[in-house]
């Protein structure tokens, strides 16, 4: 089933097959009706993470509740631009930027956020149910079908010891002294058969690590130390750069692989 590029899509957690009603909460239903002005017959896009992208037409609608009718899937799951193999390791910032990591690393690809506690970390606090509605709506925004696993707040010790010593752990260094991200990626995949693989992207807090924690990270067989550049980033922009230039290495690979 075609799909048109103007419809609005839905991230909901029920499951998705033909002729399924979707009864949606009251804020969703806000959004609908009050919102973007749809009317009983309009369609909307869905998906869940699990069964693809789906065309429902909404059959109820009021300002407090509405009812879609699924009629048919638009992509399988196997479309998911998402990057199944991209984690994200990161130390929360302030509010508003730490929601916009969470939000660009959605629409970016990372398939799971790992909020890690530093020594210089500013907040401890990490609201889950506001990470979950951001890469929602994110996704929705992106066209992915799916978001993020998010993982509850750990120490960087404790993710140290359980990131796997096979799987790459690039560290965003700001001693500036490492190679290029942009050119340990392109050498990667260039030396791999099958693509990059599955790794993950260290930032630090606002003031960097501490020196030891920095010595723990880079005493990890995992680590790979990189630089992005001349110039220090703020904890923000440098996770959305080197997400960038990863989301696009994996696209590149992946057009070469088809």
């Not at 407090?64 to 638009?74: C, D």
Request: charged share 25%; hydrophobic share 45%; net charge neutral.
């Amino acid at each position: 089933m075609s799909k048109k590029a103007s419809h609005i899509r839905l991230y909901v957690a029920d499951d998705l097959l033909t002729q399924r009603t979707i009864i949606l909460g009251r804020e969703q239903a806000h959004y609908l009706v009050s919102v973007m002005r749809l009317a009983v017959g309009a369609t909307v896009l869905l998906f869940n993470g699990r069964d693809g992208e789906w065309l429902a037409r909404l059959v109820k609608a009021d300002r407090k509740s509405a009812q879609l009718m699924v009629e048919g899937q638009t992509r399988p799951q196997s479309l998911d631009p998402a990057l199944p193999g991209l984690t994200l390791l990161f130390a929360p910032v302030k509010r508003t930027k730490t929601d916009l990591i969470v939000e660009k690393a959605t629409e970016l690809g990372v398939a799971r956020l790992m909020p890690v506690i530093t020594g210089r970390t500013n907040t401890e606090r990490v609201k889950m149910e506001r990470f979950l509605s951001i890469t929602a709506e994110a996704a929705e925004q992106c066209e992915r079908l799916s978001t993020p696993v998010i993982d509850p707040p750990t120490g960087l010790d404790a993710a140290l010891k359980a990131w796997p010593d096979d799987r790459p752990l690039y560290f965003c260094d700001e001693a500036r002294t490492a190679p290029l991200l942009l050119s340990v990626l392109w050498f990667r995949s260039s030396q791999s058969g099958d693509g990059l693989g599955s790794c993950g992207l260290l930032i630090g807090p606002e003031g960097g690590f501490t020196v030891a924690e920095r010595e723990a990270i880079c005493a990890h067989r995992a680590t790979c130390s990189v630089s992005l550049g001349a110039r220090i980033l703020r904890a923000e922009t440098a996770a959305i750069s080197a997400l960038s230039l990863i989301a696009s290495a994996y696209e590149l690979v992946r057009t070469d692989l088809q």
